[in-house]
């Protein structure tokens, strides 16, 4: 993922709610637009459809983040990500391999890597060509049950050595960030703490976190 605000020192990677139909399209404009540049990318991330009704539902939000220049990810699925063109595909430790995503979804593909709290796995898969990793979950989530829990310090060590990107994902919100983004998360992945109110003033909320820290 590219940094279009250098001056950001950490950005947000949306994930999806699992419901994005309705009036979810306008919600989703209305958070990328609360602070330009601070959301590079958004996971879209739905259960147990088709992909036909996958493709119906991806299209409007596909297009609000190409207009934004926001990284559209698909979550888990290789195929839904090679049939929507999208800009790439997050992968848990179960959705195959980072070398399975580049054949498929090409070279400029970004491709991301639950890590949970493994520096092992994380360093495979940095190994193996992911754009990026992803550790956590930091806290209890009610988007997404992990019985993962790393420390900041994890992402501390990662970003002193490493230079791919790391993403901090679970139970992330304006109130407990803090300590994430000073151990040097490039990206806070945020589900629940945006989509569970206020989209604008979450959005808001964090970016205040990020410039004071």
């Not at 940094?3 to 699992?18: F, G, K, V």
């Not at 997050?90 to 391999?97: E, S």
């Not at 054949?103 to 060509?129: K, W």
């Amino acid at each position: 993922m590219t940094d279009p605000n250098a001056e950001l020192s950490t950005q947000l990677y949306l994930i999806s709610p699992l419901d994005v139909s309705g009036e979810f399209p306008q919600r989703l404009e209305r958070a990328l637009d609360a602070v330009p540049g601070l959301v590079t990318a958004f996971q879209f991330r739905v259960k147990d459809i088709d992909q036909h009704e996958a493709a119906r539902l991806a299209e409007p939000l596909q297009e609000i983040c190409a207009a934004r220049e926001v990284a559209f990810i698909v979550n888990d699925s290789i195929p839904l990500a090679k049939r929507l063109g999208a800009d790439g595909v997050h992968l848990g430790q179960k959705d195959g391999t980072v070398e399975e995503a580049r054949e498929e979804l090409g070279r400029g593909a970004q491709i991301g890597v639950t890590c949970h709290a493994s520096r092992h796995l994380a360093l495979e898969a940095g190994e193996a060509g992911a754009d990026y990793v992803a550790f956590g979950a930091f806290f209890p989530s009610t988007t997404k049950q992990s019985e993962h829990r790393p420390e900041p310090e994890l992402v501390e060590w990662w970003t002193g050595l490493i230079e791919i990107p790391c993403v901090a994902i679970g139970g992330i919100t304006p109130e407990n960030c803090r300590p994430l983004i000073e151990a040097g998360a490039d990206f806070l992945a945020v589900s629940g703490a945006v989509w569970n109110g206020d989209e604008v003033a979450s959005v808001k909320a964090f970016a205040e976190q990020i410039a004071a820290s």
